[in-house]
């Protein structure tokens, strides 16, 4: 068997053995469990296992530079895709691409120890695909501030094996649109919210996308109607109407000021009630790791049209980028799988990068 073809078998049973633990979010104990014991049985210390969290490998600064590999544990619900199933160059499963793979690939390095000339800690964390107010994140890099120290963070969610940096912010909002109810043989003595509605949301349909170049990388926001509920009944003309809306802002604003552009767009319409708005993250900034871990990858960089952990790493002045193995398009769906080459890829660039 060659080393190749030996290193892609133990990927693809890592992975599996992860999808196969089941780890919706708020239920990632079993699976921090499992790789706890992982970690120590192979001598790498594991120091925070604190709220579905897993820290390990973070060694004494030795004063040779600090990187962080990170990934989440949860999934998103089953879809009749819980456990996995091995097949074809693939593993296929709840998870297999957002993100066990990557989390396998973190596993797999932090086993094999490779020789390398960068400190490397192993950053697990929870509640990554709920709101980001609840993500394990955040909290474990505020309480352990050894962390803030790290040179660079690499985000193993899923990217194709692109490398990604900086992130959209992300802010979720209820639009609400207030009419008159009535009755529907009589429209003309009632106030129909739907249509409040209607041209509220069509208004917003003309706002056209924003564009930013930030550090030669370009960041596009936009604003999205995402739901609408209204109605009672079949004979009353609705008083109410409600939607959501997402808007995905490119990381040269701050949450204040999408915020504040959001309500200038929905305000004149409809009441805008803010849910969430978690801020993006700049792209590093002449960062001497990144431009070691290009040249390992190969890859031009690219920006990341979403919002991810990376944010969080920022605001812990952490500067990060995203690159992991499994294929975005493939999330959270019910045929999610990731490909054993891409597995190896990924593992490859990593071990080139860490080891110099």
Avoid at 62 to 91: E, F, K, M, Y
């Amino acid at each position: 068997m060659s080393a190749a073809t030996d290193l892609e078998d133990r990927l693809a049973a890592r992975t599996l053995e992860l999808v196969d633990i089941a780890s919706e979010s708020r239920a990632e104990a079993s699976i921090a469990g499992h790789i706890c014991e992982l970690m120590r049985s192979a001598g790498v210390p594991v120091t925070d296992t604190q709220d579905a969290c897993v820290l390990a490998g973070v060694p004494c600064r030795s004063g040779r530079p600090l990187v962080l590999l990170a990934g989440h544990l949860d999934t998103v619900p089953a879809q009749g895709n819980w456990p996995g199933r091995l097949g074809g160059g693939c593993i296929e499963g709840l998870g297999a691409s957002d993100m066990k793979g990557g989390v396998a690939v973190m596993l797999e390095l932090a086993l094999a120890a490779p020789r390398c000339d960068l400190d490397v800690g192993y950053v697990l964390f929870g509640r990554e695909e709920l709101p980001s107010t609840y993500s394990a994140l955040a909290p474990l890099l505020g309480r352990e501030k050894g962390l803030r120290g790290a040179d660079l963070a690499i985000m193993l969610e899923p990217t194709s094996n692109a490398l990604q940096a900086g992130c959209l912010g992300n802010l979720d909002a209820r639009w609400s649109f207030r009419g008159r109810a009535g009755h529907s043989a009589r429209p003309w003595q009632a106030d129909n919210a739907i249509e409040r509605a209607a041209e509220g949301i069509l208004a917003l349909k003309t706002i056209e996308p924003r564009r930013s170049a930030i550090a030669g990388l370009h960041f596009t926001s936009v604003a999205s109607v995402t739901a609408l509920h209204g109605g009672i009944a079949a004979n009353v003309i609705p008083g109410e109407a409600i939607a959501g809306v997402n808007f995905r802002y490119a990381p040269d604003l701050t949450a204040a000021q999408a915020e504040a552009t959001l309500r200038g767009w929905c305000e004149p319409h409809g009441e805008l009630e803010i849910l969430s708005n978690a801020a993006g993250a700049l792209p590093p900034k002449n960062n001497a790791l990144l431009a070691r871990l290009l040249a390992a990858s190969e890859v031009t960089l690219e920006p990341k049209q979403a919002w991810t952990p990376v944010a969080e790493f920022a605001a812990a002045g952490i500067e990060a980028v995203n690159f992991g193995p499994g294929d975005p398009s493939l999330a959270h769906r019910r045929d999610e799988r990731i490909e054993t080459s891409a597995l190896a890829r990924c593992y490859n660039v990593l071990e080139a990068f860490l080891c110099g």
